[in-house]
């Protein structure tokens, strides 16, 4: 990878790796569901343009729309609204050796003892800052997180099978299913969403909007265009590099408890997602995990 494809590598993990901090911060002051809601709302008017029937490919479409939007995401932000940013960072990567297992299932596919060292591997360093004492005030965001990157495997795998679906295009159908749901899930379950739209500081919407563009459409573009120039083995293990950006802007801005058994606990589950997207690549598959919010 050339320099300035390595530096943009680099810029494209800052961005997702400061996510989750502009998140939070929005979070403290907008609930789960309308902070999402605003988020693909704000998405479907900019990819407007890219939101066309694709003929044979619709269920797919709708499925992993589903899966990636309201459901995936809904869990993802009510986890996040409870949980530190740091901690989700690392959590989240669980989508990666699930989608490996659920590959084994739907798909057929083989996996042989350096790609389940791997899930061992991710699933044991979640073990482990899961039962560290400082874990325990945030277990069911925790547990929200889980259960998203469980959902958002579900999408990975039908993702593997549409063909011919640019990056845009399934965007802009995820934001436009999600976006009422989670609006609609707001007007529900939560109240006062006109008041706190009008009260909220210029830093609360500037986490919706970072979210909504800079970690999504340049996140999303950068990637898909680097991974138009190089094979997965090469990009995948970089993108690594977003929970650790996550989790040095966790401690450091939004002041994270970071424990000992934490950080023994992250360093134990990104080595088993190396590992299982490497080995995936090196098989012409990929579970890069991307954009984390």
């Known amino acids: 990878m050339s320099r300035e494809h390595t530096a943009f590598m680099v810029l494209i993990n800052l961005i997702w790796g400061f996510a989750l901090v502009a998140g939070k911060v929005s979070l403290e002051h907008f609930p789960p569901f309308l902070f999402a809601g605003l988020r693909f709302a704000l998405i479907?008017?900019?990819?407007?343009?890219f939101l066309k029937v694709l003929r044979g490919r619709?269920?797919?479409?709708?499925?992993?729309?589903?899966?990636?939007?309201?459901?995936?995401?809904?869990?993802?932000?009510?986890?996040?609204?409870?949980?530190?940013?740091?901690?989700?960072?690392?959590?989240?990567?669980?989508?990666?050796?699930?989608?490996?297992?659920?590959?084994?299932?739907?798909?057929?596919?083989e996996i042989h003892w350096r790609?389940?060292?791997?899930?061992?591997?991710?699933?044991?360093?979640?073990?482990?800052i899961s039962f560290?004492?400082?874990?325990?005030?945030?277990?069911?965001?925790?547990?929200?997180?889980?259960?998203?990157?469980?959902?958002?495997?579900?999408?990975?795998?039908?993702?593997?099978?549409?063909?011919?679906?640019?990056v845009f295009e399934m965007q802009a159908w995820v934001a436009a299913i999600a976006a009422p749901f989670m609006l609609g899930a707001s007007l529900a379950f939560e109240s006062n969403q006109w008041e706190l739209m009008q009260s909220a500081s210029l830093l609360a919407w500037s986490g919706i909007f970072?979210?909504?563009?800079a970690s999504s459409l340049v996140g999303h573009a950068g990637i898909y265009y680097l991974l138009q120039r190089y094979e997965v083995s090469q990009t995948a293990p970089l993108t690594l590099m977003a929970p650790l950006?996550?989790?040095?802007?966790?401690?450091?801005?939004?002041?994270?408890?970071?424990?000992?058994?934490?950080?023994?606990?992250?360093?134990?589950?990104?080595?088993?997602?190396?590992?299982?997207?490497v080995r995936s690549a090196k098989k012409g598959k990929s579970f890069v995990k991307v954009d984390p919010s």
């Open 115 to 128: 790609r389940w060292l791997g899930i061992v591997l991710s699933f044991g360093g979640i073990m482990i």
């Open 44 to 49: 479907v008017m900019v990819l407007f343009p």
């Open 210 to 213: 970072y979210v909504a563009f």
């Open 245 to 277: 950006f996550t989790v040095v802007f966790g401690v450091t801005l939004l002041d994270d408890t970071l424990t000992w058994r934490m950080a023994l606990g992250g360093a134990v589950a990104l080595t088993g997602v190396l590992i299982v997207n």
């Open 132 to 166: 560290d004492p400082a874990v325990f005030t945030f277990i069911t965001g925790i547990l929200f997180i889980v259960a998203s990157a469980f959902v958002g495997s579900i999408g990975t795998i039908f993702q593997r099978r549409i063909k011919n679906v640019g």
């Open 58 to 109: 619709m269920k797919e479409v709708i499925i992993i729309a589903l899966c990636a939007g309201p459901i995936g995401f809904g869990l993802f932000f009510l986890g996040l609204a409870n949980a530190d940013a740091s901690v989700v960072a690392v959590v989240g990567q669980l989508g990666v050796p699930i989608s490996a297992i659920m590959s084994v299932i739907f798909l057929k596919e």
